[in-house]
């Protein structure tokens, strides 16, 4: 290992020696109970909400999809999906936050997403939470996979190591501050994490404008390609049929544009539809510490989303001017922001920023085991096989949920030629089309009732699966993200069959009539746990 190198690998470990601290300083607090250790008691501030929000979020996708989506194929699909998710995330803080984190508290002070939906609809046998934890394993398992191929790949880029084994080695990283701390843990790490990715993404943004001689020489090279600026047209690499991008003189080779229109526009922007159903950022809205402080994580949020997938896409589009045909598949060109990191900064620097893009996935796949362990322990062990769980027998179930979603998540990230983004949009749609219908209705309609609660996760998670295997690849007006009709057709289910069925008991009009209304603020200790007093 060269001397650089050495250096890179001592700033990755101090990272690590960080993260790891973190969990074990949280571990004793977040062990006392399942309140404390499931959703940090309801006591986390504006700042670690939103900058754990977002980072949770923004998994390795951020730093890696988003790039190299921009390498690839240029400015427009990447960009919609950009503009999509910052209106998804404001949107999202703006009708849901308040309401969420208000109406948990009188929902018999819930601290998982399944058990909201459960005591919502005062489901006494707990179907709407089982069915929403089994959607929550699936999902979030695939979820878990994306981010230890980020952790695998990170390090064979830089250093030739062998794929598998780092990836192994990040998602054990993870799995342990993750099961020690509990939820103040990863908010926590995830704040830490949330500002290095910001720093890493400026850092190599500035850098690479530096090295392309100015925005002028890399905006007319990229020109010249087939629509790779266009906002309503989309570069076209030739690939041959091993999918790899074919050169001609040093130069990368491009088909005819392919059209960027209005259906294919709203369906990608349609990606911000997702934020509604993702417990990662929902529960996030469950544990701030009040709701008045919920206007100051929203700014803080949506100004760390937007600056941080404009300086990521112009780190795609700028090292396609740099390094034109180097990165000629597409999971290759998902390495660029690494390789201009090692190219462009000092090896000490380098290190620091290529451990915002360990902070992207560790922060996102830490939330992803939390939420699966928590949903699996609290409402389908203790909701359904023993309603008499202790504290202790909980946190254990939670635990070996961990381990089992740890191992499927090493299984689906094994095969390193895995596309993030791909594997990314997938579980994003089953998440957004399950839960995000069901959370709107949830929180702004007081004829929904149980079944039609049923019927809309089931019809939005069918629709997921039927359309990405059997519809899209009709093509045509077909060939849409699945999240935009799954998330359509998941409403339409909860009105008919609401409406079909017998209206909710008075008492939980009662609750959906009152919710906003009364002061039910639960903050029965408002301790500053976090952005205060760490003993209180």
Same mark, same amino acid.
């Given at each position: 290992?060269?001397?650089?190198?050495?250096?890179?690998?001592?700033?990755?470990?101090?990272?690590?020696?960080?993260?790891? +601290?973190?969990?074990?300083?949280?571990?004793?607090?977040?062990?006392?109970?399942?309140?404390?250790?499931?959703?940090?008691?309801?006591?986390?501030?504006?700042?670690?909400?939103?900058?754990?929000?977002?980072? #949770?979020?923004?998994?390795?996708?951020?730093?890696?999809?988003?790039?190299?989506?921009?390498?690839?194929?240029?400015?427009?699909?990447?960009?919609?999906?950009?503009?999509?998710?910052?209106?998804?995330?404001?949107?999202?803080?703006?009708?849901?936050?308040?309401?969420?984190?208000?109406?948990?508290?009188?929902?018999?002070?819930?601290?998982?997403?399944?058990?909201?939906?459960?005591?919502?609809?005062?489901?006494?046998?707990?179907?709407?939470?089982?069915?929403?934890?089994?959607?929550?394993?699936?999902?979030?398992?695939?979820?878990?996979?994306?981010?230890?191929?980020?952790?695998?790949?990170?390090?064979?880029?830089?250093?030739?190591?062998?794929?598998?084994?780092?990836?192994?080695?990040?998602?054990?990283?993870?799995?342990?501050?993750?099961?020690?701390?509990?939820?103040?843990?990863?908010?926590?790490?995830?704040?830490?994490?949330?500002?290095?990715?910001?720093?890493?993404?400026?850092?190599?943004?500035?850098?690479?404008?530096?090295?392309?001689?100015?925005?002028?020489?890399?905006?007319?090279?990229?020109?010249?390609?087939?629509?790779?600026? #266009? $906002?309503?047209?989309?570069?076209?690499?030739?690939?041959?049929?091993?999918?790899?991008?074919?050169?001609?003189?040093?130069?990368?080779?491009?088909?005819?544009?392919?059209?960027?229109?209005?259906?294919?526009?709203?369906?990608?922007?349609?990606?911000?539809?997702?934020?509604?159903?993702?417990?990662?950022?929902?529960?996030?809205?469950?544990?701030?510490?009040?709701?008045?402080?919920?206007?100051?994580?929203?700014?803080?949020?949506?100004?760390?989303?937007?600056?941080?997938?404009?300086?990521?896409?112009?780190?795609?589009?700028?090292?396609?001017?740099?390094?034109?045909?180097?990165?000629? +598949?597409?999971?290759?060109?998902?390495?660029?922001?690494?390789?201009?990191?090692?190219?462009?900064?000092?090896?000490?620097?380098?290190?620091?920023?290529?451990?915002?893009?360990?902070?992207?996935? $560790? #922060?996102?796949?830490?939330?992803?085991?939390?939420?699966?362990?928590?949903?699996?322990?609290?409402?389908?062990?203790?909701?359904?096989?023993?309603?008499?769980?202790?504290?202790?027998?909980?946190?254990?179930?939670?635990?070996?949920?961990?381990?089992?979603?740890?191992?499927?998540?090493?299984?689906?990230?094994?095969?390193?030629?895995?596309?993030?983004?791909?594997?990314?949009?997938?579980?994003?749609?089953?998440?957004?089309?399950?839960?995000?219908?069901?959370?709107?209705?949830?929180?702004?309609?007081?004829?929904?009732?149980?079944?039609?609660?049923?019927?809309?996760?089931?019809?939005?998670?069918?629709?997921?699966?039927?359309?990405?295997?059997?519809?899209?690849?009709?093509?045509?007006?077909?060939?849409?993200?699945?999240?935009?009709?799954?998330?359509?057709?998941?409403?339409?289910?909860?009105?008919?069959? #609401?409406?079909?069925?017998?209206?909710?008991?008075?008492?939980?009009?009662?609750?959906?009539?009152?919710?906003?209304?009364?002061?039910?603020?639960?903050?029965?200790?408002?301790?500053?746990?976090?952005?205060?007093?760490?003993?209180?």
């Amino acid at each position: 290992m060269q001397n650089s190198d050495a250096i890179i690998v001592f700033a990755i470990l101090i990272y690590f020696v960080v993260v790891l +601290t973190i969990g074990f300083v949280y571990a004793k607090r977040s062990n006392s109970s399942t309140s404390e250790y499931f959703l940090g008691g309801r006591k986390v501030g504006p700042w670690f909400t939103a900058l754990s929000a977002e980072a #949770s979020d923004m998994s390795g996708y951020l730093l890696m999809g988003l790039p190299g989506l921009a390498y690839f194929t240029g400015a427009s699909d990447v960009g919609w999906t950009a503009i999509g998710l910052a209106l998804g995330t404001y949107l999202n803080w703006k009708f849901v936050a308040e309401r969420l984190r208000r109406y948990s508290v009188v929902a018999n002070d819930s601290i998982t997403i399944p058990g909201f939906f459960s005591n919502r609809y005062h489901d006494e046998k707990k179907t709407i939470g089982t069915i929403a934890a089994v959607i929550i394993l699936v999902f979030f398992s695939v979820y878990c996979g994306s981010c230890f191929v980020t952790c695998g790949r990170l390090f064979h880029t830089l250093f030739g190591l062998d794929y598998a084994s780092m990836m192994v080695l990040g998602a054990l990283i993870v799995f342990l501050y993750t099961m020690v701390g509990g939820y103040l843990s990863v908010v926590a790490t995830d704040f830490v994490q949330g500002c290095l990715m910001f720093f890493a993404l400026a850092v190599v943004v500035i850098g690479s404008i530096t090295m392309a001689g100015g925005l002028d020489n890399t905006v007319a090279f990229l020109s010249d390609i087939p629509g790779y600026l #266009s $906002m309503t047209t989309m570069a076209v690499p030739m690939v041959d049929e091993t999918g790899t991008q074919m050169v001609e003189n040093g130069m990368p080779l491009f088909d005819e544009p392919a059209t960027y229109g209005i259906i294919t526009i709203i369906s990608t922007m349609s990606w911000g539809l997702g934020y509604f159903g993702m417990p990662q950022v929902l529960v996030r809205f469950m544990g701030i510490r009040s709701q008045e402080e919920i206007k100051t994580s929203r700014h803080i949020a949506v100004v760390w989303v937007v600056i941080s997938m404009f300086c990521a896409v112009m780190i795609g589009l700028i090292g396609r001017y740099i390094i034109p045909s180097e990165l000629l +598949t597409s999971s290759s060109a998902e390495t660029i922001f690494i390789v201009l990191s090692k190219m462009m900064l000092p090896a000490f620097l380098c290190g620091v920023v290529v451990s915002g893009i360990l902070a992207a996935s $560790m #922060s996102s796949a830490s939330s992803y085991l939390l939420i699966t362990g928590s949903s699996v322990a609290e409402n389908i062990y203790r909701a359904l096989f023993k309603k008499d769980a202790t504290d202790d027998q909980v946190l254990i179930v939670s635990r070996i949920t961990l381990a089992l979603v740890l191992i499927f998540g090493i299984v689906v990230a094994w095969d390193s030629n895995s596309v993030i983004f791909t594997v990314v949009s997938y579980a994003w749609a089953g998440l957004g089309a399950s839960f995000g219908p069901l959370m709107l209705f949830s929180l702004y309609w007081r004829r929904t009732n149980k079944a039609g609660a049923i019927a809309g996760m089931l019809t939005g998670a069918g629709m997921v699966l039927i359309w990405h295997n059997l519809i899209k690849p009709i093509g045509g007006i077909f060939g849409i993200y699945e999240l935009g009709p799954a998330f359509l057709c998941g409403c339409i289910a909860i009105v008919v069959v #609401s409406l079909l069925t017998k209206e909710p008991d008075q008492s939980i009009y009662d609750e959906f009539d009152h919710y906003m209304d009364n002061d039910i603020e639960g903050e029965r200790n408002l301790e500053l746990v976090l952005e205060g007093d760490v003993t209180a």
